[in-house]
């Protein structure tokens, strides 16, 4: 009984021993991943990005305002009364 007392106290020991040598590993290991490269997900914004302010998405969107102004000024209106 008292050898397996003695045995616990050694792991919980060790195991107290080992836990600032595992944090730096881990947080070393994590700024090494962090520096290889960007992920799937930002090149994805940035293609995003690159489309949406570039110079054909703001070709489109001039196109639109302009549509959009010629629909709006040459509209049929209901209205009998002469705006005043």
């Known amino acids: 009984m ?3 007392k003695l045995q616990k106290q050694k792991v919980l020991t060790s195991a107290a021993e080992r836990w600032p040598l595992l944090l730096g590993i881990t947080l ?3 700024g090494s ?3 290889q490269g960007s992920s799937p997900w930002e090149n994805a914004v940035t293609v ?3 489309a949406f302010t570039g110079p054909i998405a703001k070709g489109l969107a001039l196109v639109a305002i302009v549509i959009g102004g010629l629909t709006f000024a040459f509209a049929p209106s209901k209205r009998t009364s ?3």
Do not use: C, K, N, S
């Open 33 to 35: 991943a962090q520096a």
């Open 48 to 50: 995003l990005q690159t």
């Open 82 to 84: 002469p705006i005043l």
């Open 2 to 4: 008292e050898g397996t």
């Open 28 to 30: 070393a290991m994590a």
